[in-house]
DNA sequence: CCGTAGACTTCCACTGGACGGAAGGACCTT
DNA sequence: AAGGTCCTTCCGTCCAGTGGAAGTCTACGG
């Protein structure tokens, strides 16, 4: 940066990704004013780096005059590594288990301490849930997310236990002791289950999927209870997860 | 850009979007040197760049040294607009069509004059395609393609039929006023075929997406020919179709 | 073991692109 | 009409950005 700078030391760089960060699901499109504010940049300033942006196709404008995420982000995000192999080779899986039961199927992989859904089906009979690809939720209350940080680094494990874990439903586990005992079970029993920790009225079961001898994604899916067929289901994810695994190679 | 810029006019967001879209579906990960060609940037000043990308996450850096899209910028790109809405709506449809028939269902939208893949299924039983979630494909070798612009405003059409149409396969179509032919034939049939036009032993059938009076994607299936079945194909593409549209309100 | 090549990293003097307060619209609601 | 919120443009100041050059690190061949 040049001139009279508010924050000496922020980069335009850093003030460019800063913008882009801005957007999350919870606002996929925001105004000049509030991706200022968000971005921590003076309005004139981030009007500035917005129009060259959306000059270059990184942001859009909405008829509305809001500002969306634009199409050449897409086109670059959608390159990012690990994603693209897992989610390419386990799509056909995911169609057959869906195929199968009907039921919400997710795919998700560990970055740091977040756990990312990378792809998702569900149709209209299926129970409605939360997650969105490309969202976060809370990893203590889901199958997939027990599952990434039992097959964790120990170091990684511990700092997800550590970090505050947010009730969500009456049936969330927030205590890290019980958690980290279940993080064990699922090691041993080569599954995990919660039973409405994250929505009431929705229960899952998740697989890790294997590359070699790391656990490079989960593999999960949702149904309105588990008392009926919990081993059937299990037995499901693990054919699919299996072959997810033998295709990667 | 201060200092001695070699390239006066090019600015830091410039450059710093011209790194990021220095990747694509053929480079996924680039050297600092590739990455400083592909964007045409000095050596020293891509590696400043980088490097400060690299640290707020926006590429990443395998073991092997090269440079990768970061997971920052999967979130970013995930938030896109048009994509998200569409294809969260289409998927169960997809998987319907994929159900019954077995073949590659693309879905795809219109950026300007390119057309981009946003969603696809295919099982092992598949014709092998070439598209890939994310690609861009000639348009005037595809389906969907040919129906995107078929439906797309005068200008951009224009535009699209006066740029370099290359010849893929001996059956692509690259006369301007042949090509000009079929999509106004779109606009009356309701959809489009191509026959082996993009690769050999691969033919396709497509139709728009109406939400309300606007085409927001084209739906697409490709199979091994057309046949015997490309009545059933057009009429189960249009239900599918319609069904979308309906949803998308 | 040394020389050459190629890719990466660090340094630093120069300067023009970036900064942002201020003023001027545009478009609401009260 | 007055007040508010948001967007857009302008322009004098000045430091962040620039990139050639030099240094480092591997890899390979003789």
Redesign the pocket.
Known sequence: ????????GA???S?TVALLSAFDEAHPHL???ELARRAD?????A???I?ELTRLGALARTST??YVVGPRMWDVGILAPVQTDVREVASPFLHDLYAATLATVHLAVRDGTRVLYIDRISGQRSVPVVSKIGSRLPWHATGVGKVLMAHAPEDVRAKALASPLKRVTPYTITQPSRLRDQLERILVDGYAATVEEMSLGACSVAVPIHQGDEVVAALGIVVPNLRRDKGRLVAALKVAANGIGRSLG
Do not use: D, F, Y
């Open positions: 940066m040049a001139g009279r700078t508010s924050q000496p980069t335009v760089v003030r105004t000049l004013t940049l003076p309005l004139s300033t009007h500035r780096l129009a005059g809001e």
